[in-house]
Nanobody, 124 residues
Framework: QVQLVESGGGLVQAGGSLRLSCAAS????????MGWFRQAPGKEREFVAG????????RNADSVKGRFAISSDNANNMAYLQIDSLKPVDTAVYYC?????????????????WGQGTQVTVSS
């Protein structure tokens, strides 16, 4: 089993930046892909970015390209999401997820483990 814990969320003004962190523990050797999703009230969970844990390939949602960047520190079992030029529409709970597949999927069902989420609120 893999445990994921997100941190780094908070309240920020539009145009600001945040760096979200995801700490993985447990059977981390089984992780091949890490992803970030977000879910706003009343909306479905949405893929934001993903990274292949071993090859470093990344994939971003079109809606956040140029503003969001995912990275990882495999040695320390960490994944990060750098968010720049924040907008009020980015307000959501952000979730970290891990998958045992190598392809960076964009659908929640492609991921096997989830963190509890961290709230990001952007004020205008």
């Amino acid at each position: 089993q893999v445990q994921l814990v997100e941190s780094g969320g908070g309240l920020v003004q539009a145009g600001g930046s945040l760096r979200l962190s995801c700490a993985a523990s447990g059977r981390t050797f089984s992780i091949y892909t890490m992803g970030w999703f977000r879910q706003a009230p009343g909306k479905e969970r949405e893929f934001v970015a993903g990274i292949n844990w071993t090859g470093g390939n990344t994939r971003n949602a079109d809606s956040v390209k140029g503003r969001f960047a995912i990275s990882s520190d495999n040695a320390n079992n960490m994944a990060y999401l750098q968010i720049d030029s924040l907008k009020p529409v980015d307000t959501a709970v952000y979730y970290c997820a891990a998958a045992i597949r190598t392809r960076v999927g964009i659908n929640p069902h492609e991921y096997n483990c989830w963190g509890q989420g961290t709230q990001v609120t952007v004020s205008s």
